[in-house]
């Protein structure tokens, strides 16, 4: 109950084109869902990040669709770049205790 | 925006010895702090949380007595790795909440590469 399964685990783009990466969960305590952005030896840095009574949130090219009634969650990289290769990570935590992290997904776009 | 500052980044040390890494909140104090461990190409295992002024809270599996955290202020914690043996090498990261926002807004440090030889 408490993972959250991430697809696919890795993902080749052309560049400008749209990068789709899909989280699903179990727990319906569940009340943040951030994405995070990995570049090698660096710590993940924040994307965006969605509660659960919002269906949709965009930030630049990075937009989150949530579906509460299907227990999912997807990141959308819109006019994907070269410089967004890196390895993303969704997660999941609830009362702001201890995130739960996805697999991960590892992002190649192609120029 | 709240840096978490993450020190030393990379640490060679010999086996049997023990290595202290330290996590600093910079412009924001908080009362928990994360740290995880993380090997080539797979996601991020939480080991402990931390919280300032009392015991970690240890995940299922990992070992207190190895794995030694300390949280005496609202902006450092620390993680010792005690007589560090080759399977200890990995990547830990530490997360740190600040106190106060609903605490959401989860800051992870850059990580440091631990390779005991």
């Known amino acids: 109950q408490q993972q959250v399964k991430q697809s696919p685990q890795s993902l080749i783009v052309q560049k400008g084109g749209i990068s789709i990466i899909n989280c699903a969960y179990e727990n319906t305590a569940f009340d943040y869902f951030p994405w995070y952005q990995q570049f090698p030896g660096k710590g993940p840095a924040l994307l965006i990040a969605?509660?659960?009574?919002?269906s949709e949130k965009k930030e630049g090219r990075f937009t989150i669709s949530f579906n509460k009634s299907a227990k999912q969650f997807s990141l959308h990289i819109m006019d994907s770049q070269p410089g967004d290769s890196a390895t993303y990570f969704c997660a999941a935590s609830m009362g702001g205790n201890k995130l739960v992290f996805g697999a991960g997904t590892i992002l190649r776009v192609k120029s | 925006g709240a840096v978490v500052s993450q020190h030393p980044s990379r640490v060679i040390c010999k086996s049997g010895t023990s290595v202290k890494i330290e996590c600093r909140s910079l412009d924001f104090q908080a009362t928990t702090m994360f740290w995880y461990r993380q090997f080539p190409k797979q996601s991020l295992m939480l080991m402990a949380t931390s919280n300032e002024g009392s015991k970690a809270t240890y995940e299922q599996g990992v070992e207190k007595d190895k794995f030694l955290i300390n949280h005496a202020s609202l902006t450092l914690s620390t993680l010792t790795v005690t007589s560090a043996h080759p399977e200890d090498s990995s990547f830990y990261i530490c997360s740190a909440r600040p106190t106060g926002t609903g605490g959401y807004g989860y800051t992870f440090g850059s990580g440091t590469r631990l390779t005991v030889v």
């Open positions: 969605i509660r659960p009574d919002v």
